[in-house]
């Protein structure tokens, strides 16, 4: 290590030391937020480069913080996401493959550990994909889950989500505090509420009305009669999307306001995060996520606040990261060990501008669930679509279709052009690297939750 390195990573150490303490020299509590949006794909957010976008507080936190301009999801389905991400394993060590599969009671979850170290916990989830019988609630004080049927989904809207949260912050929490927040929009149904519904397209008079009777006809599902869309009613449902991202970052802005006195934002980490995205008609996969690992669904946004102890400059961070860092990077900002097999890493250094070593990026798609059935018992997302990214390159694998893919994201970010011929060795060397990380911990998933599974195959979560 370089002397240069050494001195910034010495200088880190002390700021997050520092950051423990005030002027008078007593102990300041680490307060650390997690927000996590459902289903926002990181190029429909204005700090992203969306010209379409009405994200004004999502561009404002990431002028003022630090924006991870290569952030990808280690699956692209909401439970198994957020088990990552709390855990910091890959789906694969977590025993996690999709929704509806409990979380295993021996995976270590962040909550449980800050718990113990005496952090008053409390989460805040939007949609019963999440609810506390998929094992998430593990660690919290309070486990609020009151969800309303909504659009066709049982949900709860940003508003509510929002003005609960603050309700909890106006009781005065005791410090130090880890709060989650999960905000279910903008996944489908795409029925965003006035006036966010007519942002764009507000002349149109189709049948695409975002309901999830329509989503599943266009994409022929549930055996009811399929509808053929046409370019303007395909236009009309990415209008809808953009109005739910809009309502959701209307209601996000009370939440970063009141995370933004001096007061609170003197000792509190803010990370925000989207646990996938969604494919609008890429890759003729129409309004859905979960089937492929093509960037509409794993490319997210991922923004990070930190106080101004730790004298973070705000800018954008070029070194690809993965979703499932969130875990480590919080327990380390508490000041406590990570644990022994954790798979993702602190970020920390990242975030204070010490050089780290570059690492692969592995993810894997959790549709679709017929596969499953064909080895029942290995882990189930063995045949689907999976992806390693080394940036620019990344390989796409699809098992089951004995498919594979190799596209430079610089070059083709929309990923229409495979190079796996040109690039016979690159394919051979990325191929081989998912096998080992294949081959790495593998925690059987826990018994399918029966009436969880009926009810999320009802609201097309499964297919």
């Given at each position: 290590m370089s002397w240069r390195a050494g001195g910034l990573r010495l200088l880190c150490t002390i700021l997050l030391v520092l950051a423990w303490s005030c002027g008078d020299g007593e102990r300041r509590p680490r307060n650390v937020v997690l927000i996590t949006i459902d289903t926002l794909r990181a190029d429909y957010v204005g700090c992203y480069g969306y010209a379409r976008a009405h994200t004004p507080h999502l561009d404002a936190l990431a002028a003022e913080g630090v924006r991870f301009a290569h952030a990808f999801s280690t699956i692209n389905t909401?439970?198994?996401?957020?088990?990552?991400?709390?855990?910091?394993?890959?789906p694969q060590a977590a025993g996690v493959p999709r929704n509806s599969f409990p979380?295993?009671?021996?995976?270590?979850?962040?909550?449980?550990?800050?718990?113990?170290?005496?952090?008053?916990?409390?989460?805040?989830?939007?949609?019963s994909a999440l609810h506390?019988?998929?094992?998430?609630?593990?660690?919290?004080?309070?486990?609020?889950?009151?969800f309303t049927f909504e659009g066709d989904q049982e949900q709860r809207r940003a508003e509510t989500t929002t003005r609960a949260v603050l309700a909890w912050l106006e009781r005065q929490p005791p410090e130090p505090f880890f709060l989650w927040v999960h905000y279910f929009d903008p996944h489908y149904p795409y029925s965003p509420p006035a006036p966010f519904d007519t942002l764009h397209g507000g002349g149109y008079r189709g049948r695409a009305d975002g309901s999830m009777d329509y989503l599943h006809r266009i994409q022929g599902k549930k055996d009811l009669p399929r509808i053929v869309p046409g370019p303007a009613d395909l236009q009309r449902l990415i209008d809808l999307y953009d109005g739910e991202i809009a309502y959701l970052d209307a209601w996000l802005g009370p939440l970063l306001a009141d995370l933004g006195r001096p007061e609170r934002r003197a000792s509190t980490l803010l990370i925000l995060a989207a646990d996938h995205g969604e494919s609008m008609t890429e890759h003729d996969y129409f309004f859905d996520h979960g089937l492929d690992v093509y960037q509409p669904a794993m490319g997210v946004p991922f923004l990070v606040r930190c106080p101004p102890s730790l004298k973070v400059a705000p800018r954008v961070v070029d070194e690809p990261v993965q979703t499932h860092s969130i875990a480590p990077t919080i327990i380390a900002y508490a000041g406590l060990p990570v644990f022994e097999e954790c798979q993702g890493r602190n970020l920390l250094p990242l975030l204070c501008g010490e050089p780290v070593e570059?690492?692969?990026?592995?993810?894997?798609?959790?549709?679709p669930a017929e596969i499953e059935e064909s080895a029942p018992d290995e882990y189930r997302n063995l045949y689907k679509a999976q992806m390693v990214i080394d940036y620019p390159w990344k390989l796409v694998l699809t098992p089951y279709q004995d498919?594979?893919?190799?596209?430079?994201?610089?070059?083709?970010?929309?990923?229409?052009?495979s190079l796996t011929l040109e690039e016979p060795a690159r394919v051979g060397r990325m191929s081989r690297a998912v096998l080992k990380w294949r081959e790495g911990p593998v925690r059987r998933a826990e018994r399918i939750d029966p009436e969880n599974e009926r009810r999320l195959r009802s609201l097309g979560y499964i297919n």
């Open positions: 909401t439970l198994a996401s957020h088990a990552a991400m709390l855990s910091g394993l890959h979380v295993p009671p021996d995976v270590p979850l962040v909550a449980e550990q800050l718990r113990a170290a005496g952090y008053t916990t409390a989460a805040f989830v939007s949609a506390s019988g998929m094992g998430l609630d593990r660690g919290f004080d309070l486990y609020d889950e009151r570059r690492r692969l990026a592995f993810g894997e798609a959790s549709k498919r594979v893919e190799l596209f430079n994201l610089e070059a083709d970010p929309d990923e229409l052009r």
